[in-house]
């Protein structure tokens, strides 16, 4: 068995020890698929001990996280992140009998399966276990692969894919322990013979992931760097900002604390366009050829002219296909860190990114690196949280003054 995949059947993965008297090789009595985690539940052949484990797949490929059947109490040896843990005790302890649609897609029927659970709470999390769907699409092409998905995420399902189910359910409420998916799983389950669980892991390498086969747009070709037109993106968001200063940083801080949220945020927001558009002023100063736009969640501008606006208030497909395409015609794209970061830099040649003080431990995951070289030091650049317009536009200006010699050294004189 490869170990990149999770026996479910015929025979389910058994490769854990008893929580509560650590004998190996527990009975396996069924799974749980409650929504984020799948959990196998199994009895312990020394002491009896019934319980459920977390199967190592999504976030949990790392920590035997197990809730004991009978006592319901968490037994987390190896320190679980709380995010993962808490959510799904909660939802353990208060499952619900909502009922989400799920809609059952087979585009090919097979017997035999890897089943890919994307469903997460979190928007980069859907996408980054989703992208794990290319490695079992080639290397298991004796399966069909299955997918569990959130059904915004449908347009992005890769050529081959044997089935998708999707579940109508916005991602916040995918923290949950939802009878409904459980039970649509375990009635599709009896039809095949053998299922294997794809492990979906959370940090696929990305150089890896052909982003054509999800979205159908092709990225940006870094050799014609310089022949293309100059093109750069601000990638935008308002749930989280570029400040001017530690001070506003604070200030927004304390009025959300302080429920001033709703009469302050717009403010943060402008100010935070005016950092956006100073920066494109500096840019453009330097580098008059270049064109540049803005491009994210929130209410497009008027009048400004200067930057083409493709902001959207809402998401449909026609929208996140029209941002791939921009993205793709990008040299640089400029944003804060986040999962907004994702697609774009799998379709821009590279980025600039400003990067909070407190995701200094998420750095790089957000980016969808293109490239094993040094290029990749050339072409993701990081700068402060508090970081000015000249600072931003400093990168962008040099990434195109100085690609034509880091090309021929990097990629050209090199054996
Ligand atoms: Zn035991």
């Given at each position: 068995m490869s170990p990149h995949l999770v026996p479910l059947k015929p025979a389910l993965y058994a490769d854990c020890s008893c929580p509560k008297c650590g004998q190996g090789g527990p009975e396996p009595l069924g799974t749980v698929f409650p929504g984020v985690h799948v959990l196998g539940e199994y009895r312990c052949r020394a002491c009896g001990y019934a319980f459920y484990r977390d199967l190592?797949?999504?976030?949990?490929?790392?920590n035997a996280v197990s809730i004991g059947k009978e006592d319901g109490s968490l037994h987390d040896a190896d320190g679980a992140e709380s995010w993962v843990t808490t959510p799904l005790m909660e939802g353990y302890h208060h499952p619900s009998g909502r009922e989400w649609k799920i809609e059952r897609k087979v585009y090919r029927a097979c017997k035999d399966i890897v089943l890919l659970n994307t469903l997460d709470f979190l928007y980069g999390h859907v996408l980054l276990k989703l992208w794990n769907a290319q490695y079992y699409l080639d290397h298991h092409r004796d399966k069909g692969l299955v997918l569990i998905l959130p059904r915004s995420f449908e347009w992005l399902v890769p050529e081959g894919t044997a089935e998708v189910w999707l579940v109508d359910q916005r991602l916040g409420e995918a923290h949950g322990w939802y009878t409904c998916i459980d039970r649509f799983v375990q009635q599709r389950l009896k039809e095949y013979d053998t299922v294997s669980l794809g492990k979906g892991y959370a940090h696929p390498d990305k150089s890896l992931v052909d982003i054509n086969r999800f979205c159908g747009v092709q990225p940006?070709?870094?050799?014609q760097f310089l022949e293309r037109p100059k093109q750069v993106a601000f990638i935008w968001r308002e749930d989280r900002l570029w400040f001017r200063s530690p001070f506003a940083k604070l200030a927004w801080r304390a009025s959300n604390k302080l429920g001033l949220k709703p009469l302050v945020h717009k403010w943060f927001v402008a100010d935070q366009e005016r950092l956006v558009r100073a920066t494109w002023k500096k840019i453009k100063h330097a580098l008059p050829d270049a064109e540049a736009m803005i491009v994210g969640l929130g209410r497009p501008s008027t009048g400004h002219g200067a930057m083409e606006d493709l902001r959207r208030e809402r998401m449909d497909k026609e929208t996140e296909l029209e941002w791939c395409r921009a993205y793709a015609r990008c040299q640089v794209v400029i944003g804060?860190?986040?999962?907004?970061?994702l697609l774009p830099t799998a379709l821009a040649a590279g980025c600039i990114e400003v990067l909070p003080h407190d995701r200094f431990g998420n750095?790089?995951?957000?980016?969808?690196?293109?490239?094993?070289?040094l290029m990749q030091l050339f072409l993701y650049r990081f700068v402060d949280e508090f970081a000015p317009p000249a600072t931003v536009a400093r990168h962008a200006i040099g990434m195109f003054r100085d690609f034509k010699v880091y090309y021929r050294d990097n990629k050209v004189n090199v054996p």
């Open positions: 190592p797949v999504g976030f949990a490929v790392d940006f070709p870094m050799e804060v860190h986040g999962s907004n970061m750095m790089v995951q957000d980016i969808a690196v293109r490239y094993h070289d």
